[in-house]
């Protein structure tokens, strides 16, 4: 009868990128204009959801697409419109616990095919990372009898993720107040969004999560030039782990804007602005969970047969906050126009070219790329007119662990906050970066898959036999018990070595120091 020893864990495992493409056409509605000149374009992303089903987990949510432009009549338009996205990475089917997916859009392309219609195609990337239940198994026969095996155990730190549940919090807020406005001459040219996390920390049965949305939007009122307005908006939620989450836990927070609309609404002194919009929120707990394996084994009275396997796993050392003010200046000379008047609105997207580590510390290098829409004076005509640059950035980010050959690095960046201002002959630009620097290594141990009793074989102890035996630098107390078929506590009691070397961080109780053994 052969006797199996379960190990039960958990783990957190990274999959392959997988690369995908969504595409739309799209036609104008009839009350906006032909287009004449796009200005501006966008694509972004909304997770929708995680379908796990057999072997596979699928991704799935939508780009949306902006588009803005100016019409044979010199009017400043904008249409928004989407395409779905899907994807699909393999699991471990019962073992699939949860997923964290990261998709990212790595390039995108809106083209005008007629004055009404658009087509519109996106390349994405996504990142995921499986939450997976696992088992690891030591059997044979060496295990059953009266007599046990000496076994050799150590602990390993293997990264895992859990997941809270996600919550929405629903916001209707004033943008502006526009005092004597005819609501039907008020119209809204583009709106735009975004949550900035001032705090996260874990309270009882989950976290806390303090934060702003800002909310912003460029109008029109009847013939007057277009301008931005925006509110930003406090908010403090709470968000509830199902197992509770460890103060040890490095908390990252995920949240996602979606349904975001505008209404004018009219009363007796004019008209006040609204946007509402819905923010979804969930958050990843980032830590290390303890296994204890099997790495080796022996029987004292017959010889076996062991079967090793490698181990690999991934173990987190370490996740980081960054939070980088960043400010770039550029020249009028350098931007397409030389009459620009006022920036309606400056979009920015970082892109990380390199990530270096030297002397612990870990050096990300990359450049941002603005996007945005200007006024401009032709003549004496005020008109619209589209921006683009870019400007590097340089980050010097301290972790708290040492690195090595073996540590990977993970970095998550956004912008928050852009804004910019002209003067005479600059124009300047102000933002912050942030995000997430998580480091981790990439490990292997050899650990014990199987132990059988050689049969017909037996050790006959030599009571009168002493052996002097020197070790080597690679030798441990388990390896020379193993050898000569003693116990690791008799080599140890015989050789009077202190109890430190059977310590937790010593699990196969190094030799170091010790010139000699007597074993009897």
Known sequence: ??????????????????????????????????????????????????????????????????????????????????????????????????????????????????????????????????????????????????????????RVNLRIDRLSSTTEREFAESVARLDGAIADEISIVHTYTECTVDSVHAEENGACVKGKLRLCAIIKNGEEPAYGVERSVGFEESVNFDDGVSEAMSLVPHLTVSSVKT???????????????????????????????????????????????????????????????????INRADIESDGLREILFLSSTPKVESVKCENGTVNILGEIRYSGIASEIVGEKITYTGIKFTSPFDINVNTSCQMDENSSFEVQLHTTNTGATLDAEKLYVSLNIEGVLTVSDEKCERVLTSMSRRSGEMYEPDEAKITVYYPSPSDTLFSVAKRYHSSCMKVAQDNDITESVFASDNPSGSLSGVKKLIIY
């Open 1 to 154: 009868m052969e006797i199996n020893n379960n190990v039960s864990y958990s783990r957190s495992v990274r999959c392959a990128d997988v690369y995908t493409e969504s595409q739309a056409d799209y036609v104008l509605p009839d009350y906006l204009g032909d287009v004449r000149k796009i200005l501006y374009t966008e694509a972004s992303l909304r997770p929708s959801g995680r379908f796990a089903g057999g072997d596979e987990v699928e991704i799935s949510g939508v780009v949306v697409y902006n588009l803005i432009y100016l019409d044979t009549d010199g009017g400043l338009c904008s249409a928004e419109f989407t395409s779905d996205y899907d994807y699909t990475v393999k699991c471990s089917g019962e073992g699939y616990n949860d997923s964290v997916a990261d998709t990212r859009v790595s390039g995108y392309a809106i083209r005008l095919i007629g004055p009404r219609k658009v087509s519109a195609k996106a390349s994405l990337v996504g990142s995921v990372r499986l939450c997976e239940s696992c088992n690891l198994t030591t059997f044979g026969d060496a295990f059953e009898g009266d007599s046990e095996p000496e076994v050799n155990m150590g």
């Open 263 to 329: 209404n004018v609404n009219a009363d007796d002194q004019g008209c006040e602005l609204v946007m509402s919009a819905i923010v979804e929120m969930y958050i990843v707990g980032e830590g290390n969970g303890t296994v204890e394996l099997m790495l080796d084994g022996y029987l004292k009275e017959c010889p076996t047969d062991n079967s090793y396997d490698d181990f690999e796993y991934t173990c987190l050392k370490s996740v980081t906050e960054i939070n980088e003010a960043h400010t770039t200046e």
